[in-house]
């Protein structure tokens, strides 16, 4: 992701300070009510996965660094609530336990992930946290791409040549490994819809 900040190979300390710092300075605001992380700089299943394979697991930044660097600006007034997208029931009930272990002022408010009536994986684990530890779910991708409009599986069954899952065919491992348009599941279900 060369576009963010020259492409940052990690949400260490100085990524995340630097990226707070420059969204104040872009947005021309002296503070950002909920401050997300985008994905978890670990590995875990994405895009339609939904096993975890631990041999895919690689080095990364400790959750206890990103979550003082986040700290250090909810305590320094740049953000008032932290959140999280793109997230596990572990690695949102670890960044809660470590919140309380750190006493930040604010806890862990939201979790943004895709959900909708396709991607129900939300539904299996971190509902249950969420309920619990009273975190507002931001639900992301609630027409799955632009599936459930059924232009996809119109007539000639390829939908617009301007929609998202055709301009980038072949480009856009997200949305083809999470939609797999040729599954006749889906669409039976968009149909149905």
């Not at 710092?21 to 872009?26: E, G, I, N, V």
């Not at 006493?103 to 684990?125: E, H, P, W």
């Not at 301009?167 to 968009?190: D, H, I, M, T, W």
Request: glycine share 8%; aromatic share 10%.
């Amino acid at each position: 992701m060369t576009w963010i900040r020259g492409g940052p190979v990690a949400l260490d300390s100085r990524n995340i300070t630097e990226a707070i710092d420059s969204s104040l300075r872009r947005l021309g605001v002296d503070y950002i009510d909920l401050y997300q992380i985008h994905w978890p700089d670990r590995y875990v299943p994405m895009f339609g996965e939904t096993d975890y394979d631990p041999s895919r697991q690689y080095a990364s930044i400790p959750m206890e660094e990103q979550l003082e660097a986040l700290g250090k600006g909810v305590e320094s007034g740049k953000i008032r609530y932290i959140g999280l997208s793109n997230e596990t029931p572990y690695g949102l009930m670890k960044f809660l336990q470590l919140s309380v272990d750190f006493q930040l002022r604010s806890k862990i408010l939201t979790v943004q992930n895709s959900y909708n009536l396709l991607c129900r994986n939300f539904d299996a684990g971190l509902a249950e946290c969420c309920h619990h530890e009273r975190i507002s779910l931001l639900a992301y991708s609630p027409m799955a791409m632009g599936i459930l409009s059924g232009k996809y599986h119109s007539s000639d069954d390829s939908g617009p040549p301007d929609a998202r899952m055709n301009l980038f065919k072949g480009r856009y491992s997200e949305g083809e490994s999470r939609y797999n348009l040729q599954n006749p599941k889906l669409e039976s279900a968009v149909k149905v819809w």
